[in-house]
Each structure stands twice: as C-alpha cells, then as structure tokens.
C-alpha cells in the first residue's frame, strides 16, 4: 500500500508546470537543495525561560 502512494507522489513530483518550466522535483533540486543546512551535530535542548523580572 505505501509503496503505491510513493509511486504516486513521485510520479506527483515529476509532472511539469502548466505556467512554468520544470517540475516540483527540478525546482526543489536546482533553487532549495544548495540552500539547505545539516541539522546540528547536538540534539535540540529543553531550556526554562522565566519572564517578568525587571
């Protein structure tokens, strides 16, 4: 079953653009992949934050 609907979102991704040139896929891989950042070597930190001092 899942691998239908993975099938169906990539086949979704690859279907070019009616006003543009390209496909979701091709956008993503040329304009926002370059511009993505690993994820931080340390995982996310709980803090408390307390407000109200003046």
């Given amino acids: 079953m899942r691998t239908r ?3 169906q979102i990539d086949a979704y991704n ?3 653009f009616q006003k ?3 496909s979701r896929l091709s ?3 040329t304009e926002e992949l370059p511009l993505m950042q690993a994820l931080p070597a340390a995982p996310f930190e ?3 934050w ?3 001092a003046r």
Wanted: net charge positive.
């Fill in 14 to 16: 690859r279907q070019p």
């Fill in 46 to 48: 709980i803090s408390t």
């Fill in 27 to 29: 956008v993503f891989t």
């Fill in 20 to 22: 543009r040139a390209g």
């Fill in 5 to 7: 609907v993975y099938e």
């Fill in 50 to 52: 307390s407000t109200g």
